[in-house]
C-alpha cells in the first residue's frame, strides 16, 4: 500500500469523525437523547458506509488498471 493511499484513507476516516461531531451537536442543540446502543450503531454505519465505497472504489480501479474492463474483438 502506498503512503498516498494512506494519506487518503486516514483523510476519509478524519472527514467521517468531523461529520459525525458536527451530527452529533447539532442533535444535542436540538435536546435529542440518543442511547449508548444508538451511539454505536450510528457509528458503526459511518464506518461500514466508508469501508464499502471505498472497496468498491477499489475494486472499481483495480479492473479497470488491469484491463478487466476493456472490449474483446470478436475476431481474438
Excluded: C, N, Q
Amino acid at each position: 500500500m502506498s503512503l498516498r493511499l494512506v494519506f487518503w484513507i486516514l483523510g476519509a476516516f478524519a472527514a467521517l469523525g468531523l461529520i459525525l461531531w458536527g451530527i452529533t451537536y447539532l442533535w444535542e442543540g436540538l435536546g435529542s437523547d440518543v442511547s449508548g446502543h444508538g451511539w454505536f450503531a450510528y457509528i458503526l454505519g459511518g464506518v461500514m458506509t466508508l469501508g464499502l465505497s471505498f472497496g468498491l472504489f477499489l475494486l472499481t480501479f483495480h479492473s479497470a488498471r488491469h484491463g478487466h474492463d476493456d472490449i474483446d474483438t470478436p475476431g481474438k
